[in-house]
C-alpha cells in the first residue's frame, strides 16, 4: 500500500508543473490546473496523511471551482451593452465628473478610466468624439442655466431700483450704490462689474420711461391748446403775432396754464401753424366745393339753352319748308 501512496503522491507532483498560485480576497494561496479542455478550472485540494500506520490515501478529487462568468448585467464586460446603450452610460459617467465645458480630454480621462463604463466603449475615436459632444451639449446647458439666472437677477435687480423713488435717470452710480448695497437683490447678483451693468440698463429704461411720459403729457396738454384755438373761432389767415396776445389772455382768465405748463414756446407755435393750416384747408375745400357747384350750374343752363335752340331751329325749318 505504501508503493501505491507514493506512486500516487508522484503523480500528483506531476500535475503540479501546469499549476498556478493565485491570492483571494482572504490572503489564502490557491493552485489551480486546467485539467480539462474545457474553459472551467479546478481547485485541487490533496490532503497526504503522515500516519505510517494508516494504509489509506486521503486524496480529495478535483472540485470545479465557481467560474466568473462574464454577465450580461456586468458593467464593463464584453456582453454588457449594446453600442447605444454603452454611449449612453458613457456620457452618464461624464456627467458625473462634473466636468467644465472648456475642460480638456487629458484633464477628465483619469478620473474616468479606471470605471467599467469606461471600457463600455471600445473605440478610442468613439471616446473622443462622445466627449465632444458632450462638451457642446454642457456649454449650452451652462449659457442656458447663466441666461436664467441673469434674467432673474436683472428684473430683481431693476425693481429694487424702481422702489427707490430718490433714484432717478440721472442718479449717478456713486450716488446710488451707497442706497442700494445693503439690498437683497443687490448682492444676488455676481459681482460690482454686473451691479454696474444691470444699473445702466435701469437709468437708461428710466430715462425712456421719463420722456414716454413726458411726451404724452405734452400732447396732451397741445390738444387743451388746440381747443382753446378753436374756441376763438380765427380767421382762416390768422397770423401769430395778432393772435398771440388773444389766447394768452384767455388762458389767463380761465386759470389755465397749469394745464398748459409742459408745453414749450415752439409747441405753441407748431399748434397754432397746424390749426391755421387746417383752417386754410376747409376754407379752400369749401370755395373749391363754390365753384364747382356754380359750374355745374351753368354748365346745365348751358344745356338746357342748346336744346331749347335746337328745337326752336327744326321747328322754324319744318314751318318754312311747308310753306
Known amino acids: 500500500m505504501e508503493g501505491i501512496f507514493h506512486a500516487r503522491r508522484a503523480q500528483v507532483l506531476e500535475q503540479q508543473s501546469d499549476w498556478r498560485e493565485c491570492v483571494d480576497d482572504t490572503s489564502r494561496i490557491q493552485r489551480s490546473a486546467q485539467w480539462t479542455s474545457k474553459t472551467e478550472w479546478v481547485f485541487p ?33 464584453e456582453a454588457y451593452f449594446n453600442k447605444e446603450e454603452a454611449k449612453k452610460e458613457f456620457v452618464r459617467l461624464l456627467r458625473k465628473t462634473e466636468m467644465e465645458p472648456t475642460s ?37 446647458e451652462v449659457e442656458e ?60 429704461e428710466a430715462l425712456k420711461e421719463f420722456e414716454e411720459k413726458e411726451y404724452a403729457e405734452r400732447k396732451d396738454a397741445m390738444n387743451k391748446f388746440r381747443k382753446i384755438l378753436e374756441e376763438l373761432e380765427l380767421e382762416p389767415y390768422a397770423r401769430w403775432r395778432s393772435t398771440k396776445e388773444i389766447f394768452e389772455r384767455k388762458i389767463r382768465e380761465e386759470n389755465r396754464l397749469e394745464e398748459l405748463s409742459t408745453m414749450k414756446e415752439v409747441d405753441y407755435l407748431n399748434v397754432f401753424e397746424d390749426f391755421v393750416k387746417g383752417l386754410e384747408k376747409n376754407f379752400n375745400d369749401v370755395r373749391q366745393a363754390e365753384k364747382d357747384a356754380k359750374y ?28
Open 104 to 140: 480638456q480630454w487629458n484633464d477628465v480621462l483619469p478620473q474616468i478610466i479606471k470605471n467599467p463604463a469606461f471600457r463600455g466603449v471600445k473605440d478610442p475615436v468613439e471616446r473622443k468624439r462622445l466627449f465632444e459632444e458632450y462638451k457642446q451639449t454642457l456649454y449650452k
Open 145 to 204: 442655466k447663466e441666461k436664467d439666472r441673469r434674467h432673474r437677477v436683472r428684473q430683481a435687480f431693476l425693481q429694487m431700483c424702481r422702489r427707490h423713488t430718490d433714484i432717478k435717470h440721472y442718479t449717478r452710480w456713486k450716488t446710488a450704490r451707497p442706497i442700494l448695497q445693503d439690498e437683497t437683490d443687490f448682492k444676488a447678483a455676481k459681482d460690482d462689474d454686473e451691479r454696474r451693468e444691470l444699473y445702466e440698463e435701469f437709468r437708461i
Open 45 to 77: 485540494e490533496v490532503e497526504f496523511s503522515d500516519d505510517r500506520t494508516s494504509t489509506a490515501l486521503t486524496l480529495q478529487t478535483f472540485i470545479p471551482a465557481q467560474q466568473t462568468v462574464e454577465d450580461e448585467n456586468t458593467p464593463g464586460t
Open 296 to 323: 355745374r350750374t351753368e354748365r346745365k343752363n348751358r344745356d338746357a339753352f342748346n336744346v331749347g335752340s335746337h328745337t326752336t331751329l327744326l321747328t322754324f325749318r319744318l314751318y318754312f319748308k311747308n310753306l
